[in-house]
């Protein structure tokens, strides 16, 4: 399984697919073939792997499987995994975590009712890990959301002027563009597209686009955008929805299979994503600088008492604060509710009810 996983690692972060390796073993134990899924449209670990093996002109018949994401059951742009392993006549598949994927689950339970001998759970943590923006995405139905900010350590997002360009340094900001890298669409209001006339693509530091897909842009709010805009460049897609529903963003993306947004602000669309408890993860990006005035990186949360705040924790691993040039990154997230606890101003919703969940879920 450990293999499984190097070889899952190497599929690609983004996409509508999880990332998943598969490892063909010999009746002896001995590997005899592997596979990883490479995104959408491309061959499943499990079919890549038996197509590797009678490449080399084996045989799976009374072979092992050892797969980190449970074999799916369901015919999308490939055929359905747990039947291929039925039908090459695997006795035996060891699996690390179950399919969340209501859609695609089940394959577990197809490979006992053929005979198969079936094992789950092993480091089911670790593949779990490897895949989770997507698990949770499929699991509720919505894309995962990373908000992004930049601010100067008293929290202010632009200067009294308007001025923002640029509250950090270039590590940082390079930085971002791993980010966007990372993430299937890149997502903010109309206020922030007419400010700043913003490209969201993923770039070099020399400024020009990198090589490899670049992230869906979209825009969100009523306002129409200028025809010289530099989202119309034809860079990358742009999709512009006219709504101010969060919700309703989030659907949409859903049904295009996005998986991943990186909203990058600004401070009022941030507000009513954290609000409707639509965010995942915060990416907040501290410039040792004080401003003063100007606004703040996030708008009215309807927070009226501290024991209102939105409080986040750091989030699992060493870099979740981390030093970028003169700048420190911190990622957390969204802090589950305890059970029972009332929102303390019954007048405002609970803004972490849904966060709450995706902890739960988890
Ligand atoms: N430091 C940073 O990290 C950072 C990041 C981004 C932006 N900024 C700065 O933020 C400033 C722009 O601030 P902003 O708050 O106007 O930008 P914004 O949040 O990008 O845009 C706000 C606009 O989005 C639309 N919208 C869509 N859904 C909404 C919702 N649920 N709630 C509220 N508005 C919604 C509304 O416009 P319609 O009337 O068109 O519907 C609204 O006026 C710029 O100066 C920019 O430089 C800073």
């Known amino acids: 399984m450990h293999r499984a996983l190097q070889l899952a690692a190497l599929g690609p972060a983004t996409g509508p697919n999880p990332r998943v390796g598969c490892v063909l073993l010999d009746p002896q134990g001995r590997t005899g073939a592997e596979g990883h899924h490479r995104g959408a449209g491309t061959p499943h670990a ?38 291929a392993l039925v039908a090459a006549g695997v006795h035996r598949v060891v699996i690390a975590d179950t399919d969340p994927n209501p859609t695609a689950a089940g394959g577990a339970q197809l490979l006992r009712a053929a005979g198969v001998d079936v094992e789950t759970g092993v480091l089911a943590q670790r593949a779990r890990s490897l895949n989770e923006r997507w698990a949770t995405a499929v699991g509720r139905g919505r ?10 350590l008293d929290g202010r997002s632009a200067a009294a002027d308007g001025t923002s360009r640029w509250i950090t340094s270039a590590p940082a900001r390079a930085d971002v563009h791993r980010l966007r890298a990372e993430h299937d669409a890149v997502l903010v209001g109309t206020g922030t597209a ?3 006339d913003p490209a969201l693509t993923v770039r070099r530091p020399d400024g020009t686009d990198a090589t ?24 990358a897609e742009l999709l512009h929805l006219r709504t101010r529903d969060p919700h309703r963003v989030l659907t949409t993306l859903a049904e295009r299979e996005v998986r991943t947004v990186l909203l990058e602000g600004g401070p009022a669309l941030a507000a009513a994503f954290a609000r409707a408890g639509l965010v995942d993860e915060v990416v907040a990006y501290l ?14 949360l309807g927070v009226s008492g501290i024991a209102g705040a939105l409080r986040l924790d750091l989030a699992p691993g060493e870099d979740a604060v981390a030093r970028l040039g003169d700048d420190v990154r911190l990622t957390a997230r969204p802090r589950a509710r305890p059970a029972g606890e009332r929102d303390p101003d019954p007048s405002h919703p609970p803004v972490v009810e849904e966060a709450a969940r995706v902890h739960r879920d988890r």
């Not at 009678?54 to 045989?59: Q, T, Y």
């Not at 009374?62 to 369901?74: D, F, I, N």
């Not at 894309?143 to 100067?152: D, L, Q």
């Open 46 to 83: 499990e079919a890549a792997a038996l197509a590797d093996l009678a490449a080399r002109g084996g045989s799976a018949a009374g072979w092992t499987a050892v797969v980190t994401l449970e074999p799916c059951t369901h015919t999308g742009r490939t055929g359905p995994c747990a039947q």
């Open 194 to 196: 007419l400010a700043d």
């Open 287 to 300: 410039a040792p600088a004080l401003l003063g005035a100007g606004p703040a990186a996030v708008a009215d």
């Open 212 to 235: 490899g897909p670049q992230p869906l842009r979209v825009v969100a709010g009523l306002r129409e955008l200028p025809a010289d805009a530099r989202l119309r460049d034809g860079r």
């Open 143 to 152: 894309p995962w959301v990373t908000w992004k900010f930049a601010a100067t």
